[in-house]
């Protein structure tokens, strides 16, 4: 059974920068397409950005782009997110969501994390 597990969530003022982990167990990551969203309170789940599965193709949601990079280890079953000059805004749940298809629509995850709060203070 696979299981996804995020870290490195916290608190961080406006401008600072934070890294996302997600290790995968009971499957191989390598063959699955990688994403990161996140939920915001009181707001729906949206989608940050996926990787594929030979880590060469990337996509990012326009209100990251330049800030957050997507990565991953397939060696260490790892999925990152690395986030740069964060904001207020960027203060969510985040979660991680494997996928076979390379998509932003979240319907089409089936394994997900539990999440890691990210907090942004101004």
């Known amino acids: 059974q696979v299981q996804l597990v995020e870290s490195g969530g916290g608190l961080v003022q406006a401008g600072g920068s934070l890294r996302l982990s997600c290790t995968m167990s009971g499957g191989t990551l390598s063959t699955y397409h990688m994403a990161w969203f996140r939920q915001a309170p009181g707001k729906e789940r949206k989608f940050v950005a996926i990787i594929n599965t030979g880590a060469w193709r990337t996509m990012t949601t326009d209100s990251v782009k330049g800030r957050f990079t997507i990565s991953r280890d397939n060696a260490k079953n790892t999925l990152y997110l690395q986030m740069n000059t964060l904001k207020p805004e960027d203060t969510a749940v985040y979660y991680c969501?494997?996928?076979?298809?390379?998509?932003?629509?979240?319907?089409?995850?089936?394994?997900w994390g539990q999440g890691t709060q990210v907090t942004v203070s101004s």
């Open positions: 969501a494997a996928s076979r298809d390379f998509v932003s629509d979240q319907t089409k995850y089936f394994e």
